[in-house]
């Protein structure tokens, strides 16, 4: 009896860690059909912030998964692809080139999945000639934006408003809003290296979920084992007493 005693606390210690580090780590979704959120991505008061990377932090609003950034603003997610770390990104005011313009990620653990190139945008007074394609979503009716190479000069009726590195220049070929927002994100213990025009991931500690499983179920079974003996150890103690007292009594009676 004190043998299946003892083998139970033993299993319901390793089933507690198992059933805790599961839940910590388990998938959930914004909405049914939305991109699947997993650490090292959490979401505030849904998912414990003490078990995921700072600056992961993702928002569910309106049936919607977004992401903030300091820098601009709400971009929503539109999914996240962890076996090659690229986090596909909608700009919601449908201008991708704006993002490209003000998003900072150099405080963040994100950089663009694709490779860059340094793009100058330009503020100009009177449109420039057809070889330039002015940016709609950037411009207004007394002023015109266009992307250009940083190596070219800067055209006398244009002010240069920034130079940034950035996936691409605007084509209206190219206008999906989606296209190009793509990022990929480096953790504590990884390498990155650049293959064939894209950024990847080498984990240095590949199964560290596991790992770290494993060592929580070696904590617990070493302190269920301690229990154990610290159980057995006041047992043994309980029983000498008794003998002790048996023996006593037995001289008694004699």
Known sequence: MESIFLVTIFL??????????????????????GPEIQSPFWVKFRQ??????????????ENATTIRFPSYGDLVVKSILYNTRKLDLIDPKSCVHE???????????????YSVKNYTYLNCSAPLSNSFTEIPCLSGRSFHVYTVESSLPVPGSCKKI??????????????????????????????????????????????????VLSIGIVIVALVALVSITIYRSRELQKLKREQKLEAHKLLADS
């Open 48 to 61: 414990p912030h003490s078990c995921n990377a700072s600056g992961f932090e993702l928002i569910c609003r």
């Open 162 to 211: 920034k130079t940034v590195a950035i996936p691409f220049s605007y084509s209206p070929y190219i206008s999906d809003n989606t296209f190009g927002l793509g990022l990929t994100w480096d953790l504590p213990g990884r390498e990155r290296f650049t293959s064939k025009g894209h950024h990847h991931i080498l984990s240095i500690d590949r199964g560290h979920g596991e790992a």
């Open 12 to 33: 319901s210690s390793i089933f507690i860690a198992t059933d805790a580090y599961r839940s910590n780590s388990r998938t959930i979704q914004c909405s049914r059909g």
């Open 99 to 113: 993002v490209f313009l003000n998003l900072n990620l150099s405080l963040t653990p994100f950089h663009y999945y």
